[in-house]
């Protein structure tokens, strides 16, 4: 049987969705026992190790001599982006106790990608997609908002770093949407490992650190390496040739549900019920922008 573009799409959504899921339970359980520097030159370490075994030289030297200027560049950019974004992420991710709490945060990004999306793309914004912006954000403010008087801690620490990454990947998921015909799945996928390894490696020698870590922080990082560096990027990669950006950015975000199941199978704790309500409240958010987004396309259609 042969599936269209759009169900091609879903279920490459499906599989980052799934990925991307046990990525925030590997990483909190490594960063747990080592620092955010020692993390990331064994996590995308052993994500380069996956990506070059297989591609099965897919990404070869020569096709990489083959790209023009304008394409080099954008992968120059794309891997700085990539390596702020993914940085903040994992800062959030240790600094935040409960994982599905960072999950639920991260809803954050469909509202920036529907705001990049109509200033560069050029996409319509309707009424129904502004309430789910609207829910999205009252959704993040419950689950971040601690109640302090003091300004500097009214939030929950980490918060800062999710929209960090939130808005810094928007603009990368923007970027790679708008020039989609200039990346193949692969090489985008290969290119972010190598500057955020390249970059963890660096700093490894510049901070002194120590290149021994405890066993089960290595198994940690050498099996969520396998499902974040690459096959969450490389699924979500896919998943933008069929479906459109904002679509693949809101289907998503329901991995905060199984983030939600595993932190409490693997942690055993669970967020506060306030911590709860705003997360659902995110996810309907982001279903709202999605709805949006259908009802336009079924206008132009």
Same mark, same amino acid.
């Given at each position: 049987?042969k599936?269209?573009?759009? $169900?091609?799409?879903?279920?490459?959504?499906?599989?980052?969705?799934?990925?991307?899921?046990?990525?925030?339970i590997?990483?909190?359980?490594?960063?747990?026992?080592?620092?955010?520097?020692?993390?990331?030159?064994y996590? %995308?370490?052993?994500?380069?190790?996956?990506?070059?075994?297989?591609?099965?030289?897919?990404?070869g030297?020569?096709?990489?001599?083959?790209?023009?200027?304008?394409?080099?560049?954008?992968?120059?950019?794309?891997?700085?982006l990539?390596?702020i974004?993914?940085? #903040?992420?994992?800062?959030?991710?240790m600094?935040?106790?409960?994982?599905s709490? $960072?999950?639920?945060l991260?809803n954050?990004? &469909?509202?920036?990608?529907?705001? %990049?999306?109509?200033i560069?793309?050029?996409?319509?914004?309707?009424?129904? /997609?502004?309430?789910?912006?609207?829910?999205t954000?009252?959704?993040?403010?419950?689950?971040?908002y601690?109640?302090?008087?003091s300004?500097?801690?009214?939030?929950?620490?980490?918060t800062?770093?999710?929209?960090?990454s939130?808005?810094?990947? =928007?603009?990368?998921?923007?970027?790679?949407?708008?020039?989609?015909?200039?990346?193949?799945?692969?090489l985008?996928s290969?290119?972010?490992?190598?500057?955020?390894?390249?970059?963890?490696?660096?700093?490894?020698?510049i901070?002194?650190?120590?290149f =021994?870590?405890p066993?089960?922080?290595?198994?940690?990082?050498?099996?969520?390496?396998?499902?974040?560096? %690459?096959?969450?990027?490389y699924a979500?990669?896919? #998943?933008?040739?069929?479906? /459109?950006?904002?679509?693949?950015?809101?289907?998503?975000?329901s991995?905060?549900?199984f983030?939600?199941l595993g932190?409490?199978?693997? %942690?055993?704790?669970? &967020?506060?019920?306030?911590?709860?309500?705003?997360?659902?409240?995110?996810?309907?958010?982001?279903?709202?922008i999605?709805?949006?987004?259908?009802?336009?396309?079924?206008?132009?259609?």
């Amino acid at each position: 049987m042969k599936l269209n573009d759009t $169900t091609k799409g879903y279920l490459w959504v499906f599989v980052a969705i799934l990925a991307v899921s046990n990525v925030y339970i590997f990483s909190k359980a490594a960063l747990n026992q080592i620092s955010i520097v020692q993390f990331g030159f064994y996590w %995308f370490g052993f994500g380069l190790f996956w990506n070059i075994l297989i591609s099965n030289n897919k990404v070869g030297i020569s096709k990489i001599k083959q790209l023009n200027k304008k394409v080099r560049n954008l992968y120059l950019l794309l891997g700085v982006l990539e390596i702020i974004s993914t940085t #903040a992420f994992f800062y959030a991710i240790m600094t935040i106790e409960n994982p599905s709490v $960072t999950s639920f945060l991260g809803n954050l990004t &469909p509202i920036f990608v529907t705001i %990049f999306g109509i200033i560069i793309l050029k996409e319509r914004f309707n009424f129904i /997609e502004m309430l789910g912006a609207i829910l999205t954000l009252l959704g993040a403010f419950i689950i971040s908002y601690k109640g302090n008087d003091s300004l500097d801690s009214i939030f929950l620490d980490g918060t800062q770093y999710i929209l960090i990454s939130s808005l810094v990947s =928007s603009i990368a998921t923007i970027i790679v949407k708008y020039h989609i015909s200039k990346f193949t799945p692969a090489l985008l996928s290969i290119n972010r490992i190598v500057f955020i390894f390249t970059f963890a490696a660096l700093m490894m020698i510049i901070t002194k650190q120590s290149f =021994s870590i405890p066993m089960s922080a290595v198994y940690a990082t050498f099996f969520g390496s396998l499902l974040g560096p %690459f096959l969450t990027a490389y699924a979500g990669y896919n #998943a933008l040739r069929y479906i /459109e950006a904002s679509k693949r950015s809101i289907l998503s975000s329901s991995r905060s549900l199984f983030v939600l199941l595993g932190a409490y199978l693997y %942690f055993g704790n669970f &967020p506060k019920e306030y911590q709860i309500i705003g997360g659902l409240i995110t996810i309907v958010g982001v279903i709202l922008i999605s709805f949006g987004k259908m009802i336009l396309k079924k206008r132009k259609a």
